[in-house]
């Protein structure tokens, strides 16, 4: 902590002056996690409480996308991210183009779009959805057939969990599509009695190996019910060492795949973010009006 120290002072210090407000994705290291963030979560989270902040300034620690979505909740606030090509495999997956030729293959069916999109495929979309809340806005529809993109992994999970029929896109998480559940045999082998919790953007051998899966906010709370001895989180790496902290008399087994987008930001970005007022993030009007329909729909169904 000795070499963050510095940064950490300077942020708080540069926060303050500007009114500006820190939100962190679970994803973000522990020093920009615990050290400079003012508010925390899962991609729902964020979304909610950007809703709500009072900051003249929003400085958005997690991936492009978490960050237009808070622009597209605050048009008249400037929402900075550290890095501009803090980007996501699923965002980059598919394009407004591809949803519209989707909808000529489907007509009629409404298309629920993950967070994890650009503002342009949310502007295509009928209503956005996260982990967190995907089947409870699949179900909100109340149609027996909708086209979920982009990730086939979280549509094939959601598919599980309700009768609607969901149609799937070909988007995966780079990150998490690396586990596999031969992995997940081997620490339940290695450590007697592990609790398994992990994302719905695994794939499904994974998730059938799993004791718990849910979004990260979602681990983190039934973490905090659950209380087991010892635990693996098959997600992204800053995530346990985040919860630890909170959780000391838990035990995590550590293995984890890292996010190179996630892992863009780092503490003297923050700073100069902060300094210089960049990236600043824009959406064009014409695609903020649409996308935040669908971002607005998705929040009115809640978590
Ligand atoms: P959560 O919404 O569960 O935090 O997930 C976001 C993400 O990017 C997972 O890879
Ligand atoms: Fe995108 Fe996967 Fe990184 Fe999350 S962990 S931001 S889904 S690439």
Same mark, same amino acid.
């Given at each position: 902590w000795a070499v963050h120290a510095p940064y950490i002072a300077a942020i708080r210090e540069l926060k303050a002056r500007h009114n500006a407000v820190i939100l962190a994705h679970n994803y973000q290291t522990p020093e920009i996690f615990? *050290? /400079? =963030?003012?508010l925390t979560g899962d991609s729902l989270g964020l979304a909610q409480q950007a809703v709500q902040? #009072? =900051? !003249?300034i929003i400085v958005l620690c997690g991936v492009h996308f978490m960050a237009e979505t808070a622009k597209l909740l605050n048009p008249h606030k400037t929402v900075l991210i550290? !890095? =501009?090509? =803090? *980007?996501c495999s699923l965002a980059s997956s598919i394009t407004a183009a591809d949803v519209q030729a989707m909808r000529q293959r489907y007509p009629g069916v409404p298309v629920v779009t993950y967070v994890n999109t650009s503002a342009a495929v949310k502007a295509e979309s009928d209503i956005c959805c996260t982990s967190a809340n995907a089947v409870a806005v699949v179900e909100s529809? *109340? /149609?027996?057939?909708v086209m979920f993109i982009p990730d086939q992994y979280l549509s094939h999970y959601v598919s599980t969990q309700t009768d609607v029929e969901v149609i799937p896109w070909a988007g995966a998480c780079e990150v998490h599509e690396r586990f596999t559940g031969d992995e997940l045999r081997m620490y339940r082998e290695d450590h007697d009695g592990i609790y398994i919790l992990a994302h719905p953007e695994c794939p499904q051998d994974v998730l059938a190996e799993a004791d718990f899966v849910g979004s990260t906010a979602g681990m983190v709370r039934h973490l905090g019910e659950k209380r087991p001895s010892h635990v693996v989180m098959v997600? #992204?790496?800053s995530m346990s060492d985040n919860v630890a902290v909170e959780f000391p008399e838990i035990a995590f087994v550590r293995p984890c795949n890292l996010c190179p987008h996630m892992k863009r930001i780092t503490l003297p970005k923050i700073l100069r973010a902060l300094e210089t007022r960049q990236h600043e993030v824009t959406v064009d009007e014409a695609v903020a009006v649409r996308a935040r329909q669908a971002v607005e729909r998705m929040l009115a169904v809640g978590r």
């Open positions: 615990h *050290g /400079v =963030a003012d902040t #009072e =900051a !003249d550290p !890095d =501009a090509d =803090a *980007g529809l *109340g /149609v027996d057939r997600t #992204e790496c």
